[in-house]
Structure formats: C-alpha cells, structure tokens
C-alpha cells in the first residue's frame, strides 16, 4: 500500500472519530489491554455503569441480606421484570412482555416445550443448519421427547453465497409445519433476516414462530410488538454487555399473556401470592410466568448500568454508527486485503446485516491468533470466517483502520 493512500485512510478514520456523534460513550467502558477489541459479539466489555450496578448489589446483600429481595433498588424480587422493561426501549414490546432469566437455550427449552405441539400432520419445524448450535440442540430433543426423529426438523439450505434466502424460508412453510426457529442475524455470516415478512408469512399459515435475537439484539433495532412472533430469546453478554454468562431474556407476545407454560416453577407464579406457598400453580401473566427458579441476582445486576447506558445512547444512533463502522471494514477489505484472497461474505446492504463483518480466508484458522498476537481482538469460526465486530459504543474508526492494516500485515507476513 502506498504512502498516499495509507494517508488517506488514516484521514478518513480521524474525521469521523471526530464527528462521531458518540464518541463520548467510549469512556465509560474498560477497555481490555488484550488490545484492540473486535469481538463483542462474542462477549460485551464491561462499563463503568455496569460495574457500578454490579457493586450496589453487592452492597445491599452486605447492608439489607434477605431483606434486599423487597428493598434492594431495584428490588430482588421483580428485578426479571424490572430489566425486561427497560428492554423495551431495545427491542420493542410492552412492560409484562419480557422478563431477563435462565440462560438463551435454558428459556428456549420452556417456550419449545410449551409451543411445539405437534398434532396429526403439523408436526414439522422449520429451522436453518446456520443457527447457534445450542437452539440447533434444543430442537432436536425436543423432538425427541414427542417421538419425533430427526426427519421431522427441515432445514432451509443456505445459497452458494452462504446467505439464508427468505423466499426459501416461506417456501419451507406449509401445513405440514408446527413451528419455526430461526436467528434474525446469523452468527456466522452477521446476515440480518427480514423478521417482519418471515413472521407474517409463517404466522399466517398458523405455525408458531419463534426469533433468537442474541446476535442483534442492543445493536440492531427491533419492534417485537410490531413483528409479532409467538416468542424470542436472546442473550444478554453480547451486545448488551451483561457480563459473561449474564442471564438471558425471553419474550412472549402479548396474544400469548394467558398462556400456560409448560414448565413450572415458583417464579413463574403470580408474584402477589408466591409467598401463600400453595401447593397449586397460579402463573404470574405474561412473560414473568416463564421463569422457572430464582433470579440470579449478582449475575443479572450489570445490566441495569449497561441497559441504561445503552437506552442514553439510543438505539438508532447505536445503529447509524455500528452501519457505519461495519460499512468501513468493508470498504478497507475491498481496497487492502481483498488482493490477499480476503472475501466479505456478510451481505452489504444495511438492511441485511447486523453487527459484526464475516470474512473468509483460507488461512483465517491461522489468521485470527496472528492477529491476537498484533493486538487486534477479533474471532474464528469453522471453516474460514474471521468475525470482526466493531461495538459501536466502545469503538473508534482508527481502530477498525489499524486492525485491518495488522490483517494485512499478518497476511503478507505469512505469505512471503
Ligand atoms: C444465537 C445464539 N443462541 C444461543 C446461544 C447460547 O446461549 P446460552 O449459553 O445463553 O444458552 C448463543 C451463544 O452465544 C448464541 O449466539
């Protein structure tokens, strides 16, 4: 590369360092000294909210003990409904709509077992082999516990570009079909899928849809009342920074408010009379009822901080930026690594991409340590996709310059 154009590049990043809108926000998180951070779509960095609301909680168990669970601020005892409240501002729905509990495949296993009922020929779900492997598991033995084989799962193939095709989706509905599962973003390819045309169209053919949101949720808008699916899970350490294995959360629709889950346990009942301590069930209303056992409280108290910082923010601006940051990691692999056989495979198109760049190199195996070594945090993922994900509140556009410039430097280095 030359010197003029190295100049230029380095220019650019400057200028919209400068103007960036919130550039402010990226003092409030640590960053790691591992080096430059590109992997928070694997685990979000922690902020100095987070911390702070990871420390009351600390604080009130030494100041209130049990007493914490009615006092604690916000209390223990609604803190699942308190956290999935402020979610809405993030992904759409309605107070009572979404709880923060269990973990992303834990909660998957509850709204599975209470929405795939299959029944005479309707008995086919319908998901893609690019979903998280876990959702992948749960799937399977869900099946397996309604004495179903593996052929009653279809999976939508993806195209030769390695993308998910909506027409092949619908084409994969039909009445033989119980329920669809799929991710709105890919966590491979960062492909975002249209969950509004996906939902209507399965929804309309009476099958149960359900959405896993963990790779876009905090990163891309989503309107779940508006969408409407049946359900959606979604993790809470990605882009929502919750911390590492922080809860996840779950929604459930409103139409859905009175529904019974299949699996019971003492938070899900109606909290007014949890402590009657009556050997019946009476589930709280709406998504709270899907809870199965206590709130992990210490685990779940980051996110107060995190999910304020990120509704100050703003979750279109997190968006504009993170297009932004994502649209400039493709322009410099287009002008400096793609002569090193360097492919973008995430779709360009705004509306098909979430929050982190998908690129496939033979050598990325190889690639991704190297680059570790250089400084540059990014990831790998079977066969030869380096992710790279540029969290738009904690990164600035030169670093995006220099970690592709050291996957440059580690391409020609490996290859002379
Ligand atoms: C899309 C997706 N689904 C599910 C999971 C598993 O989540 P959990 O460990 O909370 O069950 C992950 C984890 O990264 C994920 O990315």
Not at 192 to 205: G, H, Y
Not at 292 to 309: D, F, R, V
Not at 341 to 357: A, D, N, S
Request: aromatic share 8%; hydrophobic share 45%.
């Amino acid at each position: 590369m030359s010197k003029a154009a190295a100049a230029m590049w380095q220019k650019e990043a400057e200028e919209r360092d400068a103007s960036d809108p919130l550039k402010e926000f990226r003092a409030d998180f640590y960053l790691p000294n591992t080096g430059i951070y590109l992997d928070g779509n694997s685990l979000g960095l922690i902020s100095r909210r987070a911390e702070k609301s990871l420390s009351d909680a600390v604080d009130a168990w030494r100041r209130l003990a049990v007493q914490g669970w009615e006092e604690g601020e916000p209390s223990w005892f609604y803190l699942a409904e308190t956290l999935g409240e402020m979610l809405t501002a993030l992904v759409g729905g309605n107070p009572g709509d979404l709880v923060v509990a269990g973990s992303t495949t834990v909660n998957l296993h509850q709204l599975l077992a209470t929405f795939y009922r299959p029944k005479g020929q309707r008995r086919l779900i319908v998901a893609d082999p690019l979903n998280f492997p876990s959702d992948l598991y749960a799937l399977k033995s869900q099946l397996a516990l309604h004495g179903q084989d593996e052929s009653a799962l279809r999976l939508v193939m993806p195209d030769e570009h390695g993308w998910i095709r909506e027409e092949d989706v619908l084409k994969a509905l039909g009445p033989e079909v119980a329920l669809l599962l799929l991710p709105a973003v890919v966590f491979s390819s960062g492909q975002l899928l249209d969950m509004e045309r996906i939902t209507k169209s399965a929804r309309s053919q009476g099958i149960a849809v359900g959405w896993d949101l963990s790779h876009s949720a905090g990163v891309v808008p989503h309107r779940l009342h508006e969408v409407d699916p049946d359900f959606a899970v979604f993790c809470t350490y990605k882009y929502l920074n919750g911390g590492p294995g922080a809860p996840a959360a779950l929604y459930l629709s409103p139409r859905h408010r009175d529904r019974l889950p299949a699996l019971w346990g003492w938070f899900g009942g109606d909290k007014e009379r949890q402590f009657e301590m009556s050997p019946a069930f009476r589930p709280a209303r709406g998504a709270g009822a899907f809870q199965i056992g206590s709130p992990h409280i210490l685990s779940m108290a980051p996110l107060k901080g995190s999910l304020a910082l990120l509704a100050e923010a703003g979750i279109d601006r997190v968006r504009a930026k993170s297009l932004a940051l994502t649209g400039f990691v493709m322009a410099l692999t287009d002008a400096l690594l793609a002569d090193q056989g360097v492919l973008v495979l995430t779709p360009r198109e705004p509306k098909r991409r979430g929050g982190h760049v998908a690129l496939r190199h033979p050598r990325a195996a190889e690639l991704v340590p190297l680059l570790r070594r250089a400084g540059v945090v990014g990831d790998f993922r079977p066969p030869d996709i380096i992710r790279l994900c540029p969290s738009p509140l904690s990164t600035r556009f030169s670093d995006v310059l220099d970690a592709v410039l050291q996957l440059r430097a580690a391409l020609t280095a490996s290859s002379s």
